[in-house]
């Protein structure tokens, strides 16, 4: 599956921001997705992932209650809603895709290309 990430931009702190990942090749019903992020000089992160039918949902404690993944399996795309932003936030943000639900880069077999996420103080 070809992943392409969408969205990004410059926003100020406390404001929103609405990813998606366009999915092409297989449909995306088939895996559990997530997003991921990386700042400047430091590892890819876990921000969320979902199952497959969208019914559970994992967040990093970072992202809990500001930001929400959903995902519509007919068109093909996951969207991350990001709320009440924070300079911290800033990093290209990646979406995955996985067979199951796992918090670690290793075990996402399919990237997309990042958006850049700015977040400004």
């Known amino acids: 599956v070809q992943l392409q990430a969408s969205g990004g931009g410059l926003v100020q702190a406390g404001g929103s921001l609405r990813l998606a990942c366009a999915a092409s090749?297989?449909?995306?019903?088939?895996?559990?997705m997530g997003w991921f992020r990386q700042a400047p000089g430091k590892e890819r992160e876990f921000v969320v992932a979902s199952s497959r039918l969208g019914i559970r949902t994992r967040y990093a404690d970072s992202a809990k209650g500001r930001f929400t993944i959903s995902r519509d399996n007919a068109q093909n795309t996951v969207y991350l809603q990001m709320n009440s932003l924070k300079p911290e936030d800033t990093a290209v943000y990646y979406c995955?895709?996985?067979?199951?639900?796992?918090?670690?880069?290793?075990?996402?077999?399919?990237w997309g290309r990042g958006t850049q996420v700015t977040v400004s103080s």
């Open positions: 995955a895709a996985a067979a199951r639900m796992e918090v670690t880069t290793d075990d996402y077999d399919y």
């Open positions: 090749g297989r449909t995306i019903s088939n895996y559990v």
